[in-house]
């Protein structure tokens, strides 16, 4: 089985980047990768083990749709998220580790990731929706 990890650093606290990443307001700002929107109305968020985390992708060019149904696995604020992928059963934890200088570092770890996922396109819209990401924070997100 295919994993993968990225890392990221923020000049942002854990709990702001927790925040981000848990919040449909703020995942409606950035979840996706270029070309892509996520609609508010399209975001789920129960934060607690065994809640529903779910998103619809609209792709901007010809408003195809993709959703991504997951549960959490593992909620600890502002530490760790983990989610479990319904359709593919894709893992994914994510952990935000302070460096106690106003920075943190998010490392985001993928196992059992499907060949669908782990495809060179895939993988390089996975790293514009984490440059999203980082813009969001660099931008001004505030919790």
């Excluded at 923020?10 to 990768?33: I, K, N, Q, V």
């Excluded at 600890?76 to 593919?88: A, F, I, T, Y």
């Amino acid at each position: 089985m295919t994993e993968l990890t990225f890392r990221r650093i923020h000049r942002a606290t854990p709990d702001l980047l927790f925040t981000c990443m848990t919040t449909p307001e703020h995942l409606s700002h950035f979840w996706g990768p270029d070309g892509t929107t996520t609609p508010l109305e399209n975001i789920t968020v129960d934060l607690r083990p065994g809640g529903a985390f779910e998103t619809t992708m609209v792709n901007q060019s010809d408003g195809s749709a993709y959703t991504m149904r997951a549960v959490y696995l593992e909620v600890e604020r502002p530490v760790r998220l983990v989610w479990q992928d319904v359709d593919s059963d894709m893992l994914t934890r994510i952990t935000f580790v302070d460096l106690h200088d106003g920075r943190t570092e998010v490392v985001t770890h993928q196992s059992r990731v499907p060949a669908t996922v782990a495809s060179p396109q895939a993988q390089a819209g996975f790293v514009t929706s984490l440059a999203r990401f980082a813009a969001y924070i660099t931008d001004g997100a505030r919790a």
